[in-house]
């Protein structure tokens, strides 16, 4: 009981930071904390047993840190963003909307889209025509999940992290197929559209990548979260046709080959 306490007390720490580091008005605060109240109502209502309720806080802390990471960074979308995560928890019961961060140099941490952006691009994409989307660094499959279930686009996933991989293999169906490879050592012609959320943790790796990618026929490029110098390499290397920003380091970008 002690210790379900002690989790309990670090997850309100967990949201207190959220709240205090998001720019938005008092107000807006106070919304915030009650969809953290909202959670709390949740976990009470479902989850009777000490243990099983010690078990689903953990998993509600690391999901929250893992937030805090995405939206510290959205400003003013801060309040959209943990809307639309609020009830892709209650429409979808998080499905594939894990976190992991790893201690790797070359491999990003598999933090998944946020539920408004996938809306925001499957909008978007409505009109391109597409037979076949590739997600370059699928992670547990968020966006495979999303575009490939619910959506019913055929879509391929590629992830390099064997375990990672292997928890995301009960997407597969008629619709979702995904490669346990390296997304620098693929072959994407088959494809109309690759999605790439920032999986490449140094510049040179992503240069190598675009330099591949570039070289393609016909297809379309949704970069999401990539930094400064890597929107520089997008610029240079393709031609963007929109742009979504929310912040520096927060944003989605729709390109196609330079000279298509």
Known sequence: MNLYLITLYNLHITRFKIIKNIKIKLIKKLILFEFFIFFDFILAKNVINIGFRLITLFKVMKYLKGLFEIIKNYN????????NELYYFLKFKNRFNEFKFLK??????PIPCSFYTLKYIEKKIKDFKLKKICDLGSGYGKVLFYFGIIK???IDGIEINKEIYKNSLVLNNTNIRIYNKSILNFDYQIYDLMIINDPLKTVTDFLNLINK???????FFIFININS???????????????????KNRNIIFCKIKYL
């Open 104 to 109: 790797n140099k070359y491999e990003s941490d």
């Open 213 to 219: 990618l570039k070289f393609l026929k016909r297809k």
């Open 229 to 247: 110098k890597k929107q520089e390499i997008v610029k240079n290397s393709l031609k963007i046709i929109d742009q979504k920003n929310f912040s």
């Open 152 to 154: 019913k686009y055929k």
């Open 76 to 83: 003013i979308y801060s309040l959209i963003i943990i809307y």
